[in-house]
């Protein structure tokens, strides 16, 4: 498994490419450029909301659809 680090490198430098003039992407560089690495929780925090923010909108709204038609389903099971 990836550590949160790494995970976080790979997803900035996809969201950087994609995205150059989020403001997201400024917090980020400004953040690393001082010098101090953030702790675990951060880096995942993050990581998650660059990924949400590269998901399309379509897809998101197929992983609602399907999460919902499966939680519909345990409902009804006995």
Known sequence: MASPFSEFSKTYDQFRKLFPDHSLT?????RIGRGKLPNDQWLKAKTKRMKDLMTPL?????????LL??????????
């Not at 400024?26 to 400004?30: K, Q, Y």
């Not at 897809?59 to 659809?65: E, G």
């Not at 038609?69 to 006995?78: C, G, I, P, V």
Request: proline share 0%.
């Open 26 to 30: 400024d917090e980020l560089r400004s």
């Open 69 to 78: 038609q499966r939680s519909d389903s345990l409902d009804h099971e006995a």
């Open 58 to 66: 379509w897809l998101k709204a197929n992983q609602n659809s399907s």
